[in-house]
Structures are given as C-alpha cells and as structure tokens.
C-alpha cells in the first residue's frame, strides 16, 4: 500500500519556518539526509529547504513523497496515466530512491527500500 509521507518547503527563512512548525503543530526535528530541517509528527516527515542561488526553484511547496511496496510495477501505470516524466534514480545523497513527475509536472518522490525519518 502506498503511503504519502513526504512534503519538502522551499524557503529562504528555514529557522522562521520551522519555528512556526515545531510552535504551531509540536513538530520534532529530525535526523535526516542533506542540509534540509527535517520535522516530524511522528508521521509525516516536513523537510524544509533553504532557499538558495544553486536552488533554481521558487518558495514553497517543492515535491512531496510516498512510500510504496515496489518501484517497478508503478512505472507503466504511471506512463499509461500521462507521467510528465519518467522514474528517475535519486542521487545518493538523498533520502528518497526515485522522481517522477505528475501529468501537471509536480515532482513526486518514492521510496521502497528506504524510509524519511520521522
């Protein structure tokens, strides 16, 4: 069963931001892969992003993850369903294992064999 559990913010006051995570909703911080403030609610994980030069996107919600059971079988489902991509590998360096893109080109991440903190 798939499971979203994964939504990544881009911001350019990641300390503002996820005071107003942790304060508002009693998120925790916690450890996770790469310079984002990763937050939990036990649940969810929220990775918030600083925002900068190398980082050619605009403020807010970036991309957001689901776990699945199994990469491979979603592929032609996501291709028969108009992906606006293909699934791509992540770099290591990353929590999630892969990217596809929706029909409207908004970045999903997937994960099978690893988990985001929370």
């Given at each position: ?72 079988p979603?592929k ?30 908004n ?12």
């Amino acid at each position: 069963m798939s499971r979203i559990r994964h939504i990544a913010i881009v911001t350019s006051n990641q300390e503002k931001l996820g005071n107003f995570y942790k304060t508002a909703f009693g998120m925790k911080e916690v450890k996770g892969i790469g310079s984002a403030l990763y937050l939990s609610d036990g649940y969810m994980n929220l990775a918030i992003i600083k925002k900068t030069p190398q980082l050619k996107v605009d403020e807010g919600l970036y991309h957001f993850g689901f776990e699945v059971d199994d990469v491979e079988p979603l592929k032609d489902v996501f291709k028969q369903l108009g992906a606006s991509s293909e699934v791509q590998p992540r770099p290591k360096n990353r929590d999630a294992e892969f990217r596809v893109h929706d029909p409207d080109g908004n970045a999903i991440d997937l994960v099978c064999s690893r988990k985001w903190p929370v």
